[in-house]
T-cell receptor
Framework: NAGVMQNPRHLVRRRGQEARLRCSPM?????VYWYRQLPEEGLKFMVY????????ESGMPKERFSAEFPKEGPSILRIQQVVRGDSAAYFC????????????FGPGTRLLVL | DAKTTQPPSMDCAEGRAANLPCNHS???????VYWYRQIHSQGPQYIIH???NNETNEMASLIITEDRKSSTLILPHATLRDTAVYYC???????????FGAGTRLTVKP
């Protein structure tokens, strides 16, 4: 059973460009979470999604950031018009649909904005 | 903000037990205690969780006090590869709210 997969693992963008980060949850998992980790800091919750629904986006910046988890395909975290402050590691986690929803994390995408 | 308090750093000798404490004095009845660790810049790795009973798996043991206000993660025979930041998290079963604090940076020394 493959774990949570994220791609790309590293992404370099220039200021003003768009960044698209993808997350494929573990097989059988229908809940996805995105976290951001700035250098030398802890993980900060961004958004929690189920298939086709955003459940909690209380940690998402109000502008430029969006997330989706379509019926088919991976979850996407999209950052428009990136700025240098967006440089961070972005981690995705997934959890099962039923029962206690232990979260399992992917390896992360390291975004560098030049 | 996190609902847990952990020491910022700890050292442990290789081969000895590492005991990592966590205070969660405001924990409520439907909240679980979870432990994760993050090795260097990798994704957090799930270690163990518990509600009120002590738990053990192949990685670690979790000791939860009777009043549930604190817990201890025990790595019975620490190795150099156990050097990581260890996060104690209180997870609400109903809303799946999981908040990471600063964690404890454990350094295992030869």
């Amino acid at each position: 059973n493959a774990g949570v997969m994220q791609n790309p693992r590293h992404l370099v963008r220039r200021r003003g460009q768009e960044a698209r980060l993808r997350c494929s949850p573990m097989k059988g998992h229908s809940h996805v979470y995105w976290y951001r980790q700035l250098p030398e800091e802890g993980l900060k919750f961004m958004v929690y999604l189920q298939k086709e629904n955003i459940i909690d986006e209380s940690g998402m910046p109000k502008e430029r950031f969006s997330a989706e988890f379509p019926k088919e395909g991976p979850s996407i975290l999209r950052i428009q018009q990136v700025v240098r402050g967006d440089s961070a590691a972005y981690f995705c986690a997934s959890s099962p649909k039923e029962g206690l929803r232990t979260q399992y994390f992917g390896p992360g995408t390291r975004l560098l904005v030049l | 903000d996190a609902k847990t308090t952990q020491p910022p750093s700890m050292d442990c000798a290789e081969g000895r037990a590492a005991n990592l404490p966590c205070n969660h004095s405001t924990i409520s009845g439907n909240e679980y205690v979870y432990w994760y660790r993050q090795i260097h810049s990798q994704g957090p790795q799930y270690i163990i969780h518990g509600l009120k009973n002590n738990e053990t798996n192949e990685m670690a043991s979790l000791i939860i006090t009777e009043d549930r206000k604190s817990s201890t993660l025990i790595l019975p025979h620490a190795t150099l590869r156990d050097t990581a930041v260890y996060y104690c998290i209180v997870l609400n079963y109903n809303n799946n709210d999981m908040r990471f604090g600063a964690g404890t940076r454990l350094t295992v020394k030869p």
